[in-house]
């Protein structure tokens, strides 16, 4: 795992050539490494699997980010294989480590309670309420001048309280981008994939998070 990962982002810094590196994008992201600029302020809206989430998010300052999310999911925590309905609210913190004309990078964090409608038969439905608290790790790539292509590792870790499933580790990786309409407005799309470990019954789970949306700033 430690070496897949530095071999996996060196791959997509290598795949895109260097003069289309050399130019910086729109200069704010929500799925990448940029910060939406200090004092400014971006709605977005994703759809797709596992849910629908909306979110704001504010420019604290030229690198930090901090805003919340409210999410309808009808795939459980992005288990292929759970098609339960729940509700998750989150805090969005997104901090900047690093920029440069040809790349940038950003740790995020995305803390929340949830609560699922399991279905499991007709006379015996159960709710199960849990906790989120996913860190990423992210590699933001400007392709000129409006187009961002990000590449990460998710690790959206969640405990489920008074129910036999416990914590639960997934480690997705993936991509992204964001294409710019035009200063203000961006259309995206972010693939994450990868296996959910469950350390109680020694056992994973196939997840994946693939959403399309829109960002707008303000």
């Known amino acids: ?15 895109v050539p260097g003069t289309a590196l050399a130019q910086r994008g729109q200069g704010w992201s929500v799925l990448a490494a940029d910060s939406v600029g200090a004092g400014r302020n971006v709605f977005t809206g994703q759809i797709g699997f596992p849910g629908l989430t909306l979110g704001l998010l504010h420019g604290g300052s030229d690198k930090v980010d901090v805003g919340g999310k409210f999410t309808f999911n009808w795939g459980r925590e992005g288990l292929v294989d759970a098609t339960d ?3 998750k609210l ?3 913190l997104r901090i900047m480590l690093a920029k440069t004309s040809n790349v940038s990078f950003a740790l995020t964090f ?3 309670p949830f609560v699922y409608f399991i279905d499991q038969g007709r006379f015996d439905d159960n709710t199960a309420f849990g906790m989120a608290l996913p860190i990423g790790f992210v590699v933001g790539i400007p392709v000129g001048s409006a187009l961002m292509l990000n590449a990460g590792i998710d690790i959206p870790f969640n405990v489920y309280f008074g129910e036999g499933i416990g914590p639960v580790i997934p480690i997705l990786f993936g991509g992204g981008l964001e ?7 961006n259309v995206n799309f972010n693939l994450r994939l990868g296996p959910s470990i469950f350390p109680r019954f020694d056992d994973s789970a196939f997840t994946m998070e693939a959403l399309a949306g829109v960002a707008y700033r303000f």
């Open 110 to 112: 995305q803390p929340g």
């Open 90 to 92: 989150q805090l969005w």
């Open 85 to 87: 309905e729940g509700l």
């Open 179 to 185: 294409y710019f309409v035009t200063n203000q407005f």
């Open 1 to 15: 795992m430690k070496r897949f990962i530095p071999g996996f982002l060196l791959a997509v810094l290598l795949a």
